[in-house]
């Protein structure tokens, strides 16, 4: 489905025609669920994420979340909760919270574009790499807490060692 030959209620400056275009020239999996909402599956170092763009144009804004491929264990959600805490300190842009419903960690963030007319491709290039980036320097993190019964604190310790040289 294109986006740039639908106008509907979206209007003329849909970010959503942008990020369809990063999309493609990825090959990346996408559904595109209307004309103000686009699921999409990327590839990453520790597991598969799920990103998902919602569209408002009354308010002039896109919501963005990249979701993980794991599912909080309802005896874990406290730490996971004091994990999220500590983390969303580490982060300019955006930041982790869980959709408790489901129990997904998740990346969000929002890009208000009142004024701006539509989106540049490296400022959505620049949203996404930044959320998956984040994922993939966390997601240990979230693993030590799920499944490793660490602490909060000492997980986001671990995860934050940087590898020094090459195997």
């Known amino acids: 489905m294109a986006f740039s030959n639908m106008m509907g209620d979206a209007g003329p400056h849909n970010p959503l025609d942008v990020i369809e275009h990063i999309v493609h020239a990825n090959d990346w999996t996408f559904d595109c669920r209307n004309d103000r909402e ?22 002039n804004a896109m ?8 599912r909080v264990p309802s005896q874990r959600r406290s730490p996971i909760y004091e994990l999220l805490a500590l983390v969303n300190e580490r982060l300019w842009l955006g930041s982790f919270g869980m959709w408790d419903e489901e129990g997904l960690p998740m990346f969000r963030h929002a890009l208000p574009l009142r004024g701006a007319g539509a989106p540049s491709i490296e400022q959505l290039e620049d949203l996404l790499d930044t959320g998956i980036w984040e994922c993939e320097r966390f997601y240990p993190a979230f693993q030590y807490v799920i499944w490793g019964g660490k602490s909060a604190a000492d ?3 671990l995860a934050m060692i940087e590898t020094a040289g090459e195997a």
Do not use: E, I
């Not at 686009?38 to 597991?47: E, F, H, K, N, T």
């Not at 919501?63 to 794991?70: P, V």
């Open 63 to 70: 919501h963005f979340t990249c979701a993980f491929d794991m």
């Open 155 to 157: 997980a986001v310790k």
């Open 38 to 59: 686009m699921a999409v599956q990327v590839p990453g170092r520790w597991c598969d994420y799920s990103l998902y763009f919602a569209w408002n144009a009354d308010a």
